[in-house]
Each structure stands twice: as C-alpha cells, then as structure tokens.
C-alpha cells in the first residue's frame, strides 16, 4: 500500500460517487472509460480498501468510499484554493501551455513529458489533461489548447497534424477461448463471439474506419455496449462473456482469465496518433514541446 494521493484520482473519485455511474462520470470528465477505471483501481489499492460496489448495470459506493468522498472533496477544494491564492501572489507562475492527450492510448506513454519540458521552460508550468480527441480538437479551435495528441482518423480541419506512432489493435478473449493457444488471430477466427465496442458518438471517423474493414472481411459479430468500467468489461471477458478489440498499449492492464492476441487485421484497424496544433503556430516554447514529443514518441 502507498500512501501517495494524487488530485487526478480524487477528482476522478468524486466524479464516479456522484454520478455513481462510470460512463456517465467519464462523459463529465471528458475521458473514456478505461483510464478512468484504471485510476480509480489504482486509488482503491493505493488506499487499501474497496471504494465501489461494481456491477454490470450499477455502480455504489461502499462505506468506506462513502466516508472517503467528504475527505476527497475537501482535499480538492483546499488545492484549488491554494492555487488561487498562489496564482494571484506571484504573476510570474501564471505563464503556462496546455497539453490534451488522447485517452485512447495508456497513459505512461507520455508520462515522462511533463518532466523533459519542465527541464527545458522551468519557468512555464505544462498542464496535462487526459481526454477524448473530439473534446481536444474543440479546445484547440477555441485556444483552450495549445497542442493536442489525438487519435487519427478524425476531423481536424483548420489544424496542423503530424503522424506521431500507430498503435495496432489487439484482441482481448479469455484464457479458455478455444483460440487461445495460437499466437496471431484474424478477425474471422472470432467472427462467432461477442463484441463489446465502443459507442459511435466518441470517435465518428475511427468508428467508421472499422466498421468499413469489418465489411471488407466479412466480420459480423454480435455487438454489446462497452460497460462503464473497463474492469467490469475484463470481469465479464474472463467468464466467457464477450471478447474486445483493444489498442496495443491497454495490454498493461491484465487480469487473470484473460489474454491478449496479435490480430492479423490489427495495423489495418489501428489507431493513429498525431500531434496537432494551431496553423502559422510560431511560439517558441509551442515549437519546443512539439519537438519534444516528436522526438520521444510513446516512449
């Protein structure tokens, strides 16, 4: 057990108790789910008790979690203050950049990037946000965000986009699926399971690459709603519930009765990840951070 806590995760905690629903919570928020889930489990076993009582169409807080809300609340609204308070004390900590990452990708992909800019622009403060490439392609249009990681494809016009890695997609089954033994499956090979697939509205332009090379495969499983938490959804697949396409880096999040496979279709079905940013950007300390996560991408 750590005794670190870290605001992401008490924001991310007080969001689920109060929409006591992790779609809904990760809608708020501006993430997907899988990442969502992951903090929250990582909070969970940081703190060394259950927080929430999971299920397929419900989601309560337990005891513990319902005396650990007015904590976190309190916790968030004091750091908020004292950010305030800073903030209006000392003008020079006001300079700053914005950074939308895309949450379809894991996380510690760029958990290294707040660190390499700092050691260039200490005295330029980067702020991360962790959310879903629609919402950053808003805020880079309205100049809430200097410089955004998304998945591509997606529709980015009046935007400067670079090509920064491609992250394949894997297939998710469990452990006793009867293809479990073999190294690389096509989409065919699973064409008789169930698919649980994400909802059209969180990526348009993706959802719709795929859809076009199930049709050019002939695959046509039956489809069910991702769940709320990503955990449920690895719960669910482990008793032979259903299987899910995943992107490569979602591999870090295991379970037992559940493996991954190669997919003979996964750089077809894979997902781009571009850096993208303003036309005629000239700011050096943009530029900068633009070079930066070029020059270590995904690492």
């Known amino acids: 057990m750590s005794n670190s806590l870290k605001l992401r995760q008490l924001e991310y905690f007080i969001a689920v108790a109060e929409e006591l629903s992790f779609r809904s919570a990760a809608k708020r928020l501006f993430i997907t ?37 007015e904590k976190a609340r309190t916790l968030v609204h004091d750091s908020e203050q004292l950010a305030k308070q800073f903030a209006a004390d000392s003008p020079e900590v006001r300079m700053e950049l914005n950074l939308g990452i895309t949450t379809v990708i894991d996380a510690s992909l760029f958990s290294w990037i707040e660190d390499a800019f700092a050691a260039q622009f200490p005295s330029i403060r980067l702020h991360v946000k962790r959310q879903i490439t629609a919402r950053s392609v808003h805020d880079l249009s309205r100049g809430n965000l ?58 348009p332009a993706y959802h719709d690459h795929c859809e076009r090379i199930f049709a050019s495969k002939g695959f046509h499983p039956e489809r069910m709603a991702e769940p709320d938490d990503y955990h449920v959804m690895l ?31 996964g750089q077809q079905l894979r997902i781009r990840v571009g850096i993208a940013y303003r036309l005629a950007e000239d700011r050096e300390a943009v530029t900068s951070l633009i070079g930066i996560l070029k020059a270590r991408p995904g690492v």
């Open 33 to 69: 789910q899988p990442p969502l889930s992951r903090q929250i489990k990582l909070l969970e076993e940081n703190l060394g008790v259950q927080l929430f009582v999971r299920g397929g169409q419900s989601t309560r807080l337990t005891e513990a979690g319902e005396r650990f809300l």
């Open 146 to 203: 200097d410089v955004a990681v998304i998945g591509l494809p997606s529709r980015t016009e009046g935007l400067t986009v670079e090509h920064l890695l491609d992250e394949p997609m894997v297939a998710c089954i469990p452990s006793d699926h009867s293809e479990s033994t073999r190294r690389k499956l096509s989409l065919l090979d699973l064409e008789h399971d169930r698919l649980f697939w994400f909802d059209r509205k969180l990526n």
């Open 235 to 265: 719960s669910l697949i482990a008793g032979g519930q259903g299987i899910a396409l995943v992107p490569h880096s979602l591999q870090s999040m295991t379970r037992k009765g559940i493996v991954y496979k190669e997919l003979l279709e």
